[in-house]
């Protein structure tokens, strides 16, 4: 059974940090690109970034200089560092884990974790 538990979310004044963090387990981490969504009130589900197994990031552009993804395949974790948060960064953050093998696609999602950017 594949589970992702995302934690570290709560309430920051803007110009805060937080870090994310998703745990998975039913899955061979290493081989998935993982990534982190969120989807704030009224609003659909975004990218936020992505991670490949050989470590490749991509970001969105709103995030770009503030927020930072990375890995631990040891661990089978990966993290989003948010600094600099903004009030538009209020949101639920998805974790997400991705591969496709033989045009056969595997897609999993975490709970989410509420993050909340206000004075």
């Known amino acids: 059974q594949v589970q992702l538990v995302e934690s570290g979310g709560g309430l920051v004044q803007p110009g805060g940090s937080l870090r994310l963090s998703c745990a998975a387990s039913g899955i061979i981490f290493s081989r998935y690109v993982m990534g982190w969504y969120r989807q704030g009130p009224g609003k659909q589900r975004e990218l936020v970034a992505t991670i490949t197994s050989g470590g490749g990031t991509n970001y969105a552009d709103s995030v770009k200089g503030r927020f930072t993804i990375s890995r631990d395949n040891a661990k089978n974790t990966v993290y989003l560092q948010m600094d600099s948060l903004k009030p538009e960064d209020t949101a639920v953050y998805y974790c997400?884990?991705?591969?496709?093998?033989?045009?056969?696609?595997?897609?999993?999602w975490g709970q989410g974790t509420q993050v909340t950017v206000s004075s």
């Open positions: 997400n884990a991705h591969r496709v093998v033989f045009n056969y696609e595997y897609n999993y």
